[in-house]
Structure formats: C-alpha cells, structure tokens
C-alpha cells in the first residue's frame, strides 16, 4: 500500500513534511517522496491530509467495563482483597466491546489497560492494539506494568470491610508485600534446582517477582501530592521503576516529580472534580511538567473519559499552556517510551508498525476528522 503526498507528522521531529509511505507485511517499509510502487499495490492520494503515528494512551481500562452495561460487563476492579497482584488485565478485556471500535475510529490504535484503582495491588496491564477479535492476537507487551493505589480509593472501597482506614495502612500493606516478594524470590533463586527448598507456591508474590527485579514498574495511581510523594517514596526505598499516573498535583511538586526520574502519565481532566483529590485538577498540569522536563503522555482513564477523545485531551492540554509539539508527543511517542514500545509504535519510521491517522484538520481541535485509522498495515476505519 502506497499513501502519497500527505503531511506526515514523523514525531521524529516538530512539524511535518510532503511525503509517501510504503507499508508491506504490516510494517512502514520505506518514506520519502515520489516513491515509486511495481505490482498491484492500492495507492491512496493522501494529498492536504495529515498523517499521524497512530495515537496512544498508557493508561486506561478500555475492554474492561464494557458500554451500555453493568455489573455483567463490569471487570475493572476485584474488590474481595486489597492485595491482588494476581489478577491479569487479559482474562477481562473484551475486544468486542464496541468501546474499542470507537477508540479506533478516533484514531487511538494502541492502549496499556488493565486492572482499576480500587485495591492497593490490583493487577498487571497490558498494552494491545485497539483491532480485533482475540485478545492474544492484539497484545504488543504483556505483562507491563503492576497497577498500584494510593489516597482516596483504596480507603474508600475497604472502610466499610474494616480493612483500610488510612493512607498509612495503605502505604503498610504494599509494603508488607513488597518485603515478601524479595524474601519469596530470594528463597525461589537460594533453592535451585532443588525442588525441596523451593518455598510454598505463593500466587500473588510470583506475581510481583517482575516487579521487584525491574522488569516491569509500578503504575501508581496518586491524585493528591503526599500521595505522589508516598509512591516515590516507597518506589525509591525498594528501588523499583515506576511510572506516575494521574499524577493531578504533580505541577505542585514540580521539584519533587521531576527529581524522582519518573514519567507521568497525566489525566484525566475531561471530567468532574468527583473526589477531595482531585480539587485541584487542571489541564495546565500536563504541559508544567513537560516543561519542567519530564516525559508526559496524556490520559483518558477510558471509560471516564470515552477513548476516542484522546487526542482532544491533548488538544486541551495545548490551550492550558502545553508546547504544541510536546502535546503531540504526549499521545504518541511519548506513551510509547514510557511503556517500552517504542521500537515498534509511536513514530513513522521505516521498520516500525503500520499504525497511521490520516485526518482533515488537526485532530487535536474538535474541528478535525479522522479520515481513515490502519493498524498493522490493514485499514480499520474510514470516514
């Protein structure tokens, strides 16, 4: 497939250039221009369109709460045990779901979901493509990050089972695990070969095993700064990676944040101040911190902000004050970085995903329109 002559927003750099891009076995396989094509390849005259990497969203729960339903179609939170690190974001996701269709229609082709922010642990994500019929089919990382909780939400959901009442008990019981994950990994590696040292099976801490050796970070969920803080500080006591999610008073901890060496997955801001933590929620957050020098993606926390309207997320955090380029970033290559997926998606490059947004417009602007979404080098949607 040949697309020709569209503005073609690399994200290798600011701006855009006239170009073709040629894509074969679901990969860019060469760009530049007057690009020559033998066989029977569809051409497609991209001319005074724009052409974006696909776009992305590290952080949301799309394919776990199904649309238009309830409790049957509703799996984002296991709310029997605040300590659930054996849950897995792929035994929930239902692509079928038309929430995923939407998102593709609204040029997001790729997502990290997983597990809600009801429990301190909650489970691990995974980031998919947005298209198709078997879940096992559309993952690009799997595991890649544990969901973890700070503030509100762990003690709001277990006050009333007498388990949490305090941030401090939060903080203790993630704590407690991550001090029995280390001792059940270092008897595991202490054992061997010899089966009879090996100490009793433990779900829940093989399931943290990756995270105490930094192979995946934690996904904290923090609002409020002294929980951002509380993360950063349990992260750096047991030297995990982690990533900063919500991350809403970040901008009044700037120091702090961006010291940390963290990256922030910022949102969402489309919505209602429903909580205490969220009183001083803002779009002017996202483009703060990416000038104090981190690396920001934008979230929609989809359902509670619907998928399709990431980009017009981004296009908000641009009129709080965010770089127009950096917006740009914080739902493409910048996501894609932060979720260790960006030797295949978040760019056009040649070598990488046939993951591409052809638009009229800006789609950063309510007034732009999604012409067509390919993902894998097939056309998903068109206008």
Same mark, same amino acid.
Request: aromatic share 6%.
């Given at each position: 497939?040949?697309?020709?002559?569209?503005?073609?927003?690399?994200?290798?750099?600011?701006?855009?250039?006239?170009?073709?891009?040629?894509?074969?076995?679901?990969?860019?396989?060469?760009?530049?221009?007057?690009?020559?094509?033998? =066989?029977?390849?569809?051409?497609?005259?991209?001319?005074?369109?724009?052409?974006?990497?696909? /776009? %992305?969203?590290?952080?949301?729960?799309?394919?776990?709460?199904?649309?238009?339903?309830?409790?049957? =179609?509703?799996?984002?939170?296991?709310?029997?045990?605040?300590?659930?690190?054996?849950?897995?974001?792929?035994?929930?996701?239902?692509?079928?779901?038309?929430?995923?269709?939407?998102?593709?229609?609204?040029?997001?082709?790729?997502?990290?979901?997983?597990?809600?922010?009801?429990?301190?642990?909650?489970?691990?994500?995974?980031?998919?493509?947005?298209?198709?019929?078997?879940?096992?089919?559309?993952?690009?990382?799997?595991?890649?990050?544990?969901?973890?909780?700070?503030?509100?939400?762990?003690?709001?959901?277990?006050?009333?089972?007498?388990?949490?009442?305090?941030?401090?008990?939060?903080?203790?019981?993630?704590?407690?695990?991550?001090?029995?994950?280390?001792?059940?990994?270092?008897?595991?590696?202490?054992?061997?070969?010899?089966?009879?040292?090996?100490?009793? /099976?433990?779900?829940?801490?093989?399931?943290? %095993?990756?995270?105490?050796?930094?192979?995946?970070?934690?996904?904290?969920?923090?609002?409020?700064?002294?929980?951002?803080?509380?993360?950063?500080?349990?992260?750096?006591?047991?030297?995990?990676?982690?990533?900063?999610?919500?991350?809403?008073?970040?901008?009044?901890?700037?120091?702090?944040?961006?010291?940390?060496? /963290?990256?922030?997955?910022?949102?969402?801001?489309?919505?209602?101040?429903?909580?205490?933590?969220?009183?001083?929620?803002?779009?002017?957050?996202?483009?703060?911190?990416?000038?104090?020098?981190?690396?920001?993606?934008?979230?929609?926390?989809?359902?509670?902000?619907?998928?399709?309207?990431?980009?017009?997320?981004?296009?908000?955090?641009?009129?709080?004050?965010?770089?127009?380029?950096?917006?740009?970033?914080?739902?493409?290559?910048?996501?894609?970085?932060?979720?260790?997926?960006?030797?295949?998606?978040?760019?056009?490059?040649?070598?990488?995903?046939?993951?591409?947004?052809?638009?009229?417009?800006?789609?950063?602007?309510?007034?732009?329109?999604?012409?067509?979404?390919?993902?894998?080098?097939?056309?998903?949607?068109?206008?």
């Amino acid at each position: 497939m040949l697309i020709q002559n569209g503005n073609v927003f690399t994200m290798e750099k600011p701006g855009c250039e006239v170009m073709d891009i040629l894509v074969d076995a679901g990969k860019i396989i060469e760009m530049g221009k007057h690009l020559a094509v033998t =066989g029977d390849a569809t051409i497609i005259d991209a001319s005074g369109k724009n052409i974006y990497p696909g /776009f %992305i969203d590290a952080h949301c729960h799309l394919g776990m709460e199904e649309t238009a339903i309830g409790f049957e =179609g509703n799996d984002v939170n296991e709310m029997s045990d605040p300590i659930t690190p054996q849950m897995r974001a792929i035994d929930a996701l239902n692509p079928m779901d038309e929430t995923l269709q939407n998102a593709y229609a609204g040029g997001v082709t790729t997502v990290c979901s997983g597990p809600g922010s009801a429990n301190v642990i909650g489970g691990t994500f995974c980031v998919y493509k947005t298209y198709g019929t078997c879940i096992d089919e559309m993952i690009v990382k799997y595991p890649a990050a544990m969901k973890c909780a700070f503030g509100e939400n762990p003690k709001r959901v277990y006050a009333q089972k007498d388990r949490i009442k305090t941030r401090m008990n939060t903080a203790a019981l993630l704590r407690e695990t991550l001090f029995k994950a280390k001792e059940y990994a270092a008897k595991k590696e202490a054992a061997g070969d010899d089966v009879s040292k090996l100490p009793a /099976f433990d779900m829940k801490l093989e399931a943290m %095993i990756p995270v105490i050796r930094k192979e995946i970070p934690l996904k904290a969920h923090a609002h409020r700064a002294d929980d951002i803080l509380t993360s950063i500080r349990i992260a750096k006591e047991f030297d995990l990676n982690m990533t900063l999610d919500h991350c809403t008073e970040g901008h009044l901890i700037i120091k702090q944040v961006v010291d940390s060496g /963290f990256d922030a997955i910022v949102g969402p801001a489309l919505t209602h101040k429903t909580k205490f933590e969220l009183k001083n929620l803002t779009f002017a957050t996202a483009g703060i911190l990416s000038k104090a020098g981190m690396c920001v993606a934008i979230n929609t926390d989809s359902p509670v902000v619907p998928q399709e309207y990431l980009p017009i997320c981004a296009g908000l955090a641009r009129k709080s004050g965010m770089d127009a380029f950096e917006a740009l970033k914080a739902i493409t290559i910048n996501p894609a970085k932060i979720l260790g997926v960006d030797d295949r998606i978040g760019s056009l490059r040649v070598g990488k995903d046939a993951d591409l947004v052809m638009t009229e417009g800006d789609p950063l602007d309510t007034s732009g329109v999604i012409m067509m979404t390919m993902i894998d080098g097939k056309i998903v949607y068109t206008k």
